[in-house]
């Protein structure tokens, strides 16, 4: 499954190595959410490979409604989502078919990325195992880059987890959102090497968000961090797993860690962080129980 704006630049050699793969038993569903380029054009000329069909939506859609559409449309047991401008290795299929059958406990599978163009790195991120709420903890802690997002996902788990979830900061992280709604499900694991190849320019959709002001900026962080909680919340956990989310989920909001997305966050007066931390506390609170007792002060500290 391939959505994508715009991208006549990108897309034939992005359908060109999903072309090439090794395992053949696959069908790519292309959804051209109304480029306004030569796009829909060159993804024609791939539907002379049965594999391949392309629909062209009447009108835009924007990349998290049309990779939803796609993700309803998708048939077949597993199901992948592939922007315009990325590039496969001919094994990516292969590779990732056969560790989800191997795995009947593995909701989704990925690999390591990497990427190139105005940026050059390889992109790592842990496996999420154990039970529901120790996946969500580990997510919460270690997935900041999206490589899982590219993986391999069961169909059945899109049905029952449903596909991405917007937000009002111009949909800021949906792809991660997503990964955790998969994690909810069933464990997403890592396969040790690069079959993936994301690539950054400078009309790549992260690259949009670094001229944010520092508001809008903490304003994306704290809607994301929210609707993660809230993700994780659904899950039937104890009242001890669910402090332990809030806490992790708090940990995340205030960028505890080094090398995060938004590490100025990490440095703000102690105020701000309050605001930060009492807005995500407004969404536990919601579950009732212990957690209405919970207060900005138990987590930020003088």
Not at 56 to 80: H, I, K, S, Y
Not at 221 to 227: P, T
Not at 258 to 271: G, Y
Not at 286 to 291: D, E, N, S
Request: hydrophobic share 40%; net charge positive.
């Amino acid at each position: 499954m391939r959505a994508g704006y715009n991208g006549e630049r990108y897309v034939r050699a992005t359908l060109a190595s999903i072309k090439k793969q090794s395992y053949g038993n696959f069908r790519v569903l292309i959804s051209d959410d109304a480029s306004t380029d030569a796009s829909a054009e060159i993804c024609r000329s791939f539907t002379e490979d049965p594999r391949f069909s392309l629909v062209v939506q009447p009108e835009r859609l924007g990349w998290v409604a049309n990779a939803n559409w796609a993700l309803r449309a998708a048939t077949g047991d597993f199901v992948c989502i592939t922007p315009h401008d990325d590039l496969l290795d001919p094994r990516y299929i292969d590779t990732l078919v056969q560790r989800l059958v191997e795995e009947p406990r593995a909701a989704m599978v990925f690999c390591d990325m990497r990427e190139f163009g105005v940026l050059d790195q390889i992109l790592i991120q842990p496996d999420l195992c154990g039970s529901p709420s120790e996946r969500l903890i580990g997510f919460m802690a270690k997935h900041y880059d999206a490589a899982a997002y590219r993986g391999l996902v069961r169909r059945e788990v899109i049905a029952a987890e449903g596909g991405l979830e917007g937000n009002a900061a111009h949909d800021f992280a949906a792809d991660l959102i997503y990964i955790a709604r998969t994690a909810r499900a069933g464990e997403v694991r890592r396969i040790p090497q690069v079959l993936y190849y994301k690539r950054r320019h400078i009309e790549s959709a992260s690259l949009q968000w670094d001229p944010w002001t520092k508001d809008m900026k903490i304003e994306a962080w704290r809607l994301h961090c929210c609707q993660l909680l809230d993700v994780a919340l659904a899950l039937d956990l104890t009242g001890a797993e669910q402090k332990r989310i809030v806490r992790a989920s708090v940990k995340r909001l205030l960028q505890a860690e080094p090398k995060r997305p938004f590490p100025f966050i990490r440095r703000l007066p102690r105020q701000e962080k309050l605001a930060l931390v009492a807005s995500l506390l407004d969404v536990a609170r919601k579950q009732g129980g212990a957690l209405r007792k919970l207060a900005p002060d138990d987590f930020v500290k003088s």
